[in-house]
T-cell receptor, first 113, second 111 residues
Framework: EAQVTQNPRYLITVTGKKLTVTCSQN?????MSWYRQDPGLGLRQIYYSMNVEVTDKGDVPEGYKVSRKEKRNFPLILESPSPNQTSLYFC????????????FGPGTRLTVL | GIQVEQSPPDLILQEGANSTLRCNFSDSVNNLQWFHQNPWGQLINLFY???GTKQNGRLSATTVATERYSLLYISSSQTTDSGVYFC?????????????FGTGTKLQVIP
C-alpha cells in the first residue's frame, strides 16, 4: 500500500530533550516536506527536500533540523525542544521534485512540557 | 513571500446544499492546491489547479490566475464533506519549491 508513515504518532517530552520524528514514504517520491499545524494558523512549512541531499527552509525553520540521506526517509530533528514547538506535525511527499500532488502522513502530535 | 487568504473561515450547511469557498493568493504564487482535512485529522489532496477548471464528482475547482483567486465548489453537500478545507499556494522559482497554506475554511454539514 502506497503511504507516508510517521513515528511516533504521539509524544510528550520535556524542554531540552532532543527528539527525532521519522517520516518514510514507499512511493519513490522525490519531494518531501514537513509542516506544523497550530490552531488558527493553518499549516506552515518547516523544511522541504526536492531530492536526496537537497533541503531548504520553509517559513518556520527555527529550532528544527532535517536530513535527506536516502530518498524514502526525511526525519525531523528537534535538538532542544521548547514549549512553543508543541504542535501537530505532518510529513508529506510528492512524486516529482515539486509539491504537485502531496500525500500526507497521519500526523504526529507533540507536546513539550 | 507568499500570501494566501481563505474565506469564509466558517460555514454551516444543511445536507444537500451547495457552497463556494474562496482562496485569494499573492502574485508570487505559481501553482495552487486544495486539500480537505477530515474530522479525524487526515489530509487529502483534492485538486492541483494552477489555472482553469477541474471536477471530481461533486467537487470542482476553478482558478483564475490572472485575478489571483481560486474557488472550490461543493455541490449537494453530505455530512462526510465536513472538515476543514485548505488551499495552498506554491512558489516555484529556480531552486525554491515553497508551499504556503491558507488558514482554512471549517465546514460543518448538518443532516
Amino acid at each position: 500500500e502506497a503511504q507516508v508513515t510517521q513515528n511516533p504518532r504521539y509524544l510528550i517530552t520535556v524542554t531540552g530533550k532532543k527528539l527525532t520524528v521519522t517520516c518514510s514514504q514507499n512511493m519513490n517520491h522525490e519531494y518531501m516536506s514537513w509542516y506544523r499545524q497550530d490552531p488558527g494558523l493553518g499549516l506552515r512549512q518547516i523544511y522541504y527536500s526536492m531530492n536526496v541531499e537537497v533541503t531548504d527552509k520553509g517559513d518556520v525553520p527555527e529550532g528544527y533540523k532535517v536530513s535527506r540521506k536516502e530518498k524514502r526517509n526525511f526525519p525531523l530533528i528537534l535538538e532542544s525542544p521548547s514549549p512553543n514547538q508543541t504542535s501537530l506535525y505532518f510529513c508529506a511527499s510528492s512524486l516529482e521534485g515539486t509539491p504537485v500532488t502531496q500525500y500526507f502522513g497521519p500526523g504526529t502530535r507533540l507536546t513539550v512540557l | 513571500g507568499i500570501q494566501v487568504e481563505q474565506s469564509p473561515p466558517d460555514l454551516i450547511l444543511q445536507e444537500g446544499a451547495n457552497s463556494t469557498l474562496r482562496c485569494n493568493f499573492s502574485d508570487s504564487v505559481n501553482n495552487l492546491q486544495w486539500f480537505h482535512q477530515n474530522p479525524w485529522g487526515q489530509l487529502i489532496n483534492l485538486f492541483y489547479i494552477p489555472s482553469g477548471t477541474k471536477q471530481n464528482g461533486r467537487l470542482s475547482a476553478t482558478t483564475v490566475a490572472t485575478e489571483r483567486y481560486s474557488l472550490l465548489y461543493i455541490s449537494s453537500s453530505q455530512t462526510t464533506d465536513s472538515g476543514v478545507y485548505f488551499c495552498a499556494g506554491i512558489l516555484n522559482s529556480g531552486g525554491y519549491q515553497k508551499v504556503t497554506f491558507g488558514t482554512g475554511t471549517k465546514l460543518q454539514v448538518i443532516p
